[in-house]
Nanobody
Framework: QVQLVESGGGLVQAGDSLRLSCVASGRTFTSTFSIYGMGWFRQAPGKQRDLVAIISSSGNINYADSVKGRFTISRDNAKNTVYLQMNSLKPEDTAVYSC????????????????WGQGTQVTVSS
């Protein structure tokens, strides 16, 4: 069974930091996690899902303009894990954050990734 499980969300104040983790498990990812592009997405209540950051299998990284300079995506292939370090959090960062995986980065960009996690709630109070 393929799973992406996010953790690290919570309630914080504006200006605080959080680090989200997404662990991939299951036969699909055994010994092959490194070939997957990974993405973080977020969805606030009543709004569409937005792409936050992508890291490709080769390590290329892209961020949404709204998080550039504040968020950092990274991956540890030995641990089948992708991280999202979020600094200088703002109330507008409040959302459910989900990770996704696909062998094609283009599908991540098109919100059509093959695998998705359930998400973790991040709430930033002012």
């Amino acid at each position: 069974q393929v799973q992406l499980v996010e953790s690290g969300g919570g309630l914080v104040q504006a200006g605080d930091s959080l680090r989200l983790s997404c662990v991939a498990s299951g036969r699909t990812f055994t010994s092959t996690f490194s070939i997957y592009g990974m993405g973080w997405f977020r969805q606030a209540p009543g709004k569409q899902r937005d792409l936050v950051a992508i890291i490709s299998s080769s390590g290329n990284i892209n961020y949404a303009d709204s998080v550039k300079g504040r968020f950092t995506i990274s991956r540890d292939n030995a641990k089948n894990t992708v991280y999202l370090q979020m600094n200088s959090l703002k109330p507008e960062d409040t959302a459910v954050y989900s990770c996704a995986a696909d062998t094609l980065t283009l599908r991540l960009r098109n919100y059509a990734a093959q695998y998705w996690g359930q998400g973790t709630q991040v709430t930033v109070s002012s």
